[in-house]
């Protein structure tokens, strides 16, 4: 069983940044892709970001492409969400979740295996 548990959300302004970790258990980190989402209030959740196993690839999703930046630490079984220009619309529960090959770029949260509990990060104006 692979457990996920994010750390780094909280309160900021529009425009501010954060950062997000994700910290793994298991001895095979490096071998599954790792992945963002969130869900905000009433909403589906969303694919954010994802990385292959090595780190050499990502994926954003359009509505943070240019502001969030995703990368992985394989020595530390970590992988952080760098979050910068932060709009009002950044306001959800972010999940870090773990998928079922070594890139996975799927936005659908059923093909996405393990998931954490979540950290809210709220944006305000």
């Known amino acids: 069983q692979v457990q996920l548990v994010e750390s780094g959300g909280g309160l900021v302004q529009a425009g501010g940044s954060l950062r997000l970790s994700c910290a793994?258990?298991?001895?095979?980190?490096?071998?599954?892709?790792?992945?963002?989402?969130?869900?905000?209030?009433?909403?589906?959740?969303?694919?954010?970001?994802?990385?292959?196993?090595?780190g050499g690839s990502t994926s954003y999703a359009d509505s943070v492409k240019g502001r969030f930046?995703?990368?992985r630490d394989?020595?530390?079984?970590?992988?952080t969400l760098q979050m910068n220009?932060?709009?009002l619309e950044d306001t959800a529960v972010y999940y870090c979740t773990r998928g079922?090959?070594?890139?996975?770029?799927?936005?659908l949260p059923g093909a996405w295996d393990y998931w954490g509990?979540?950290?809210q990060v709220t944006v305000s104006s």
Not at 29 to 47: D, N, V
Not at 100 to 107: D, E, N
């Open 24 to 54: 793994s258990s298991g001895r095979t980190f490096s071998t599954y892709g790792m992945g963002w989402f969130r869900q905000a209030p009433g909403k589906e959740r969303e694919f954010v970001a994802a990385i292959s196993g090595s």
């Open 69 to 71: 930046t995703i990368s």
């Open 74 to 79: 394989n020595a530390k079984n970590t992988v």
């Open 85 to 87: 220009s932060l709009k």
């Open 100 to 107: 079922r090959t070594y890139f996975s770029t799927s936005v």
């Open 117 to 119: 509990q979540g950290t």
